[in-house]
C-alpha cells in the first residue's frame, strides 16, 4: 500500500478513544491507522511530523451564518471559512439566514451552493428555512439536498425571515418527516418575548439588563416543550439549537428518554462567558437567547458532562461595526463572532478545567453533528473517512489574538486558552498550516446521505 500523505505519531483522538498512531492516506480518504506505517509515500506525498500533537477530527460547525450572498459585508464565504479553518473545521452548516434573499426555495440554496463551491476554503451542507411563506417548497428544497430545515419560533432579527407560527412548524415537521429531514428550531416562545420587549420599550428601559430581563429561561423553556410536543405527534427528527440553560437541555432530555428523536446543541458562548461578562464588553456578547447566570450555566455544564448535550456549534453571526453600536441595547444586532474558537473553548473550559475527557470534546464538535446530519465520511478518524483533522498543541496556554474573522470584534479576543489548533488538513490537503490558508475553490457541498444508502 502507498500513501498520499503519512500523519507521523500524534495521539489520535478516535471514536474508539486516544491512542498514539500513524495515520495514512491515500486519495482524501484515511486508508490506515496502525502504531507504525512501513510503508512508503508517494513520490510527491507528505510525511507530517505530529509526534507531540494531538490529531483531532475536523471540526463540524452545524451552525454558521456566513451571509452570502446579499450580506457578505457581514460575514461571506471567505473569511468566514479562514476563521473555522483556523479554528480546526473542516465542515460547516450554513443557516439560510442572514444571506440574502434568505434561502427559501431551490434557486436560492444552488446559488448560495455555488458561491460556496467557488468561494469557501472547506466542505459545507447548508440549511433550508422553515417560515409560513415558503411551506410550498419544502419538497423541492429537500430535492435540492438541504442539509435541514430551520425555523425560528420567535422573531428572527429579519422580517424576509418570519417566524414559524404553531401550524407552519407542524407542517413543516411532517414534511420533514417524509423526506427524512431534521427540523432545528431556535427555541424562544415569540409572545413571551415579544410582549416582554414590548413592555420594557414601554417604559424606556435600553440597558443590558433590560434586555437580558426581557428573555429569561422561561421563554426558551415554552419553546422547546412545544417543539418537543410538535415533534412527538409528527415523529419528525428535532434539533434544539443554541440552547442556552441546563434546564431546556434536561427537558429536551426527557424528551428522548420518551422516545422523542431530539438532539441538542448548545454554543460556546454559553458555556464561556455569562451574563456578567455582558454587562462588562456589551456589544459583542449580544445574542438571543441571552447570556445566562453563572447558577444557570453551571447547570448547563453538569448536564453537559452527563452527556446531555450532543452537538457544540459556534451560531457565528457577526455584523458591521454600525449595527454593533448604539445606546439602546434592544436595537444593536444580536450574534456572537465565534467561528474560530469552538475547540478552544471545549479544550480550556471542558477538557483541561471540568474533565471532559478528548472523546467527548471530539464527539460534541464532530461526530455527533456529522452523524446527525448523515455525514458519515466526516467528523472521525476512522478508515474509510475523509481526512479530515486538525493538529492541536493541547497543554500550551495561548493567547488568542490571530482572528480570521470579518470583523474586529470577536468577545474572544484576547482571552487565554488551552489547545491551539496548529494546522488543518481537509481530505489529505493542507487548509491551514503556518499561518497560512490555501486557495479555495476544491470545497464540496455536502448533502445528507438517504436513508437507504446508509
Ligand atoms: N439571524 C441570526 O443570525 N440570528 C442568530 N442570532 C443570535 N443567536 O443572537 C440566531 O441564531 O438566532
Ligand atoms: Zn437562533
Ligand atoms: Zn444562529
Redesign the pocket.
Known amino acids: 500500500m502507498s500513501f498520499d500523505l503519512i500523519v507521523r505519531g500524534g495521539l489520535l483522538v478516535t471514536p474508539g478513544g486516544v491512542r498514539r498512531a500513524d495515520m495514512g492516506v491515500s486519495g482524501g480518504e484515511i486508508t490506515l491507522i496502525a502504531e507504525e506505517i512501513t510503508a512508503e509515500i508517494t513520490a510527491d506525498g507528505t510525511e507530517l511530523d505530529a509526534r507531540g500533537l494531538h490529531v483531532f477530527p475536523g471540526v463540524v460547525d452545524a ?1 454558521v ?1 456566513l451571509n452570502e450572498p446579499g450580506r457578505t459585508d457581514w460575514e461571506g464565504f471567505t473569511t468566514g471559512t479562514r476563521a473555522l479553518a483556523a479554528g480546526g473545521a473542516t465542515t460547516f452548516l450554513d ?1 439560510p ?2 444571506s440574502s434573499p434568505p434561502v427559501l426555495n431551490r434557486e436560492r440554496l444552488e446559488e448560495k451552493a455555488r458561491l460556496g463551491e467557488q468561494k469557501s476554503l472547506i466542505d459545507f451542507g447548508l440549511w433550508g428555512g422553515l417560515t409560513p411563506l415558503n411551506l410550498a417548497e419544502l419538497d423541492d428544497l429537500a430535492d435540492a439536498g438541504v442539509i435541514g430545515l430551520k425555523a ?1 419560533m420567535s422573531h ?3 422580517d424576509e ?1 418570519p417566524a414559524a407560527d404553531d401550524l407552519t412548524l407542524f407542517e413543516g415537521m411532517r414534511s420533514a418527516r417524509r423526506h427524512g429531514l431534521v427540523v432545528a428550531t ?1 427555541a424562544e416562545s415569540n409572545d413571551f418575548t415579544r410582549r416582554l420587549t414590548e413592555v420594557a420599550r414601554a417604559d424606556g428601559k435600553k440597558g443590558v439588563r433590560d434586555y437580558l430581563d426581557s428573555r429569561p429561561v422561561v421563554t426558551e423553556l415554552e419553546a422547546v416543550g412545544r417543539a418537543l410536543l410538535f415533534a412527538r405527534e409528527t415523529g419528525a427528527a428535532l434539533h434544539l ?2 440552547l442556552s440553560s441546563g434546564a431546556a437541555v434536561a427537558l429536551a432530555f426527557e424528551g428522548r428518554q420518551k422516545g422523542i428523536d431530539v438532539t441538542v446543541e448548545t454554543c460556546p458562548h454559553y458555556l464561556h462567558f455569562t451574563d456578567e461578562d455582558v454587562e462588562r464588553v456589551g456589544a459583542a456578547l ?4 441571552p447570556l445566562r447566570s453563572k447558577a444557570v450555566q453551571d447547570d448547563l455544564w453538569r448536564e453537559l458532562l452527563a452527556g446531555h448535550v450532543d452537538i457544540v456549534g459556534s ?1 457565528h ?1 457577526p455584523a458591521p461595526p454600525d449595527m454593533k453600536t448604539s445606546e439602546d441595547f434592544f436595537q444593536l444586532w ?3 463572532s465565534g467561528a474560530q474558537s469552538t475547540l478552544n473553548v471545549l479544550l480550556e473550559d471542558g477538557h483541561h478545567t471540568r474533565g471532559l475527557p478528548l472523546e467527548a470534546v471530539a464527539a460534541l464538535s464532530a461526530l455527533n453533528p456529522a452523524n446527525r446530519f448523515r455525514l458519515l465520511r466526516k467528523g472521525r478518524l476512522e478508515v474509510g473517512a475523509d481526512a479530515d483533522f486538525a493538529l492541536v498543541r493541547l497543554d500550551e496556554p495561548f493567547v488568542l489574538n490571530d482572528l480570521h474573522d470579518r470583523w474586529r470584534q470577536n468577545p474572544y479576543r484576547g482571552g487565554t486558552f488551552r489547545g491551539r489548533v496548529q494546522e488543518t488538513w481537509q481530505r489529505g490537503r493542507a487548509v491551514y498550516r503556518d499561518g497560512q490558508f490555501a486557495s479555495s475553490g476544491r470545497a464540496q457541498l455536502l448533502r445528507p446521505r438517504s436513508k437507504e444508502s446508509t
Not at 449580544?286 to 437567547?289: H, I, Q, V
Open positions: 451552525h451564518h443557516m439566514l442572514n425560528f428572527s432579527g429579519l425571515f431556535h439549537v443554541h449580544k445574542c438571543a437567547p451560531d453571526s444580536g450574534g456572537i
